[in-house]
């Protein structure tokens, strides 16, 4: 609940509105995890609570820290016995990011990442994804989706200062939650919208909806190439949102928002790494203002055994390519291969499992369907568990989009 259906809940319990507002501060300030913590609220009230409500939110199973890099990835039971997964980056690691005058507010040294699921899964099978391996299971609720940070910060005791809605899941297709969360997430724990990083495949219509409301959390799309026929090899989303469409709809975006979108990039080995590629992708980066993220890859090959996907291999080219994209004035960062030790890229432990066994729901399914609804648990693709709590200590990864 936020702080509006804190309030309305409050009321049907014939108690004032700042009632909720202290809940509010309670749950998502200080992360309270019961009533009774909840000291300055009369001790009747907190029983009436009690007794009609209860605080969830995720569970931990397991995590890894990486001696390498300091990035931790945690492993989180759902209420319904599904799994989840959040990665904690620290800082001068990956998601680097040069937003004029964040500095000023948080030194790079002082940044911490929380990179946080959206959905159980991902119905979008994008080829070098170990999550897509999966399939899509079910929309997390907004609680669910919060409460990673909340729990992390209980864990690790301390401060959050970015998220990147770019773990498990396309977040434009649990619009809904997702843009909930960031406004719980600013208000409660204080992460300011522009440290809130929304990641899509190229979702099209997320994209209009999040300019349309003139959102103030980034923009970043997984883009990968800009020749139509590799990124449909890449990307099957677009199949349903081509290139022309992407762009028209970042130049509206853009138009409304005057935010730069980042462009994340993996090149891969004789795909997206020849010349006609780097000239598309140079032309396609130069119509709004923007920056390109270059991201190592983390290679998924054990989920693919075989197909382009399997083939898939990191571009020995990377520092050339970089610089011809520099050279084209064009803000270039590489990232950093964070948690590469630790598989810290998302869906790896479960494609490794049951995941390869149990393929569900993708794009190609939900071609003659709704886009799957806000807190949908209970559709077609929600039929089965993929991992139980307490299986895999230590790992998923996910090959960042
Ligand atoms: S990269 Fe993102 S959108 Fe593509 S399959 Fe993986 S989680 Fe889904």
């Given at each position: ?115 946080v699921s959206t959905q159980v899964?991902c119905p ?12 899509y299971?079910r929309n997390l609720t907004t609680?669910e989706i ?19 809605f770019?773990?498990m899941g396309e977040p434009m297709l649990n619009y809904g939650a997702v843009m909930q969360a ?16 929304v990641?899509t495949?190229?979702w099209?219509?997320g ?164 886009t799957p609804q806000h807190n949908d648990s ?24």
């Amino acid at each position: 609940m936020g702080r509006a259906e804190l309030r309305t809940f409050v009321a049907d319990l014939e108690e004032r509105p700042y009632r909720g507002d202290q809940l509010f501060k309670w749950l998502y300030g200080r992360g309270a995890t019961s009533f009774g913590e909840m000291t300055d609220i009369a001790q009747a009230f907190r029983h009436r609570l009690g007794a009609c409500a209860h605080i969830g939110g995720v569970r931990q199973v397991s995590h890894r820290l990486s001696p390498a890099d300091g990035t931790t990835k945690f492993l989180f039971a759902l209420a319904d016995g599904l799994n989840i997964e959040s990665v904690l980056i620290p800082p001068a690691s990956a998601f680097e990011d040069d937003t004029p005058g964040d500095d000023a507010v948080t030194a790079p040294r002082d940044r911490l990442t929380l990179c946080v699921s959206t959905q159980v899964g991902c119905p979008l099978d994008c080829a070098f994804c170990a999550t897509g391996a999966m399939g899509y299971l079910r929309n997390l609720t907004t609680g669910e989706i919060v409460d990673q940070l909340l729990t992390v910060r209980r864990l690790t005791g301390r401060a959050i200062t970015n998220v990147v809605f770019m773990g498990m899941g396309e977040p434009m297709l649990n619009y809904g939650a997702v843009m909930q969360a960031g406004e719980i997430l600013t208000e409660g724990p204080g992460v300011a919208a522009r440290r809130i990083t929304v990641s899509t495949a190229g979702w099209v219509d997320g994209i209009v909806r999040m300019a349309d409301e003139r959102r103030r959390m980034k923009l970043a799309v997984s883009l990968h190439s800009a020749v139509e026929e590799t990124r449909q090899k890449l990307m099957p989303v677009t199949r349903r949102f081509p290139l022309a469409a992407l762009q028209e709809a970042l130049r509206h975006y853009y138009a409304r928002t005057k935010m730069r979108v980042t462009y994340e990039v993996v090149f891969f080995d004789g795909v997206n790494d020849t010349a006609r590629e780097i000239k598309r992708l140079i032309a396609f980066a130069r119509a709004i203002p923007c920056k390109i993220n270059v991201i190592p890859y983390h290679s998924i090959a054990f989920t693919r055994p075989e197909g382009f996907a399997a083939s898939l291999r990191a571009s020995p080219r990377l520092p050339e390519l970089v610089e011809e994209l520099r050279r084209a004035n064009l803000t270039v960062m590489i990232r950093s291969s964070a948690g590469e030790d630790i598989a810290a890229a998302c869906g790896q432990l479960a494609a490794q499992g049951e995941g390869r066994k149990h393929r569900r729901g993708r794009l190609q399914d939900m071609d003659n369907t709704a886009t799957p609804q806000h807190n949908d648990s209970t559709g077609a693709y929600a039929n089965s568990h993929l991992w139980s709590p307490g299986r895999g200590e230590g790992d998923t990864g996910k090959t960042p989009r």
